[in-house]
């Protein structure tokens, strides 16, 4: 009887750990959005991650994601949609800028178009991955998964490919 006790005792001790360790993911989206008009993508710039390796590892985890959907990425300025991603292995502020008008974010130089600043703070070891409408220019889809990143590399890119299957769960939405 005590041996069960404690045997209980400690898987539940187990099982705490082991959902206070895991990967939250929150996402939202503009639920005008035509999503289902959506198949193409191109990167707006490259993953902001800390450390050389990481912002590779989330693009080809993001692509990875995308592709399983129908959708492909297209180098030209004709893609549906514009993806940033960006995250932080401590507490960090995020500043991003967004451009209205042509050419605004989607080529390279200058147009006419009002800049918007937004500044976020992220918690430690958050991806966010923001999805723009490419002909509005207007954020349509986000996710953000925190505790993607732990104290050993070798497990990071295991714990990024949870965390993106976790954000693109249920995407495109309906």
């Known amino acids: ?85 960006h995250g932080a292995n401590r507490q960090a502020r995020s500043v991003q800028r967004f451009y209205s008008g042509y050419p605004g974010m989607w080529r390279w130089g200058w147009g006419p178009g009002a800049v918007t600043t937004r500044v976020d703070t992220y918690p430690i070891g958050t991806l966010v991955v923001d999805i723009f409408d490419a002909r509005s220019h207007q954020i349509v889809w986000r996710s953000a998964a925190r505790e993607i990143l732990s104290d050993k590399p070798e497990k990071n890119t295991k714990k990024l490919n949870k965390a993106v299957a976790k954000m693109f769960k249920g995407f495109p939405p309906r």
């Open 1 to 85: 009887m005590r041996r069960t006790q404690i045997t209980l005792a400690v898987a539940l001790l187990f099982a705490i750990a082991a959902s206070a360790s895991a990967q939250k993911v929150t996402t939202d989206y503009d639920h005008k959005a035509p999503f289902s008009d959506y198949r193409t993508y191109k990167w707006i710039r490259p993953p902001q991650m800390p450390g050389p390796f990481m912002g590779p590892r989330v693009r080809d985890a993001v692509n990875s994601q995308l592709a399983a959907r129908g959708w492909r990425e297209v180098a030209d300025d004709s893609a549906d949609v514009g993806i940033a991603a």
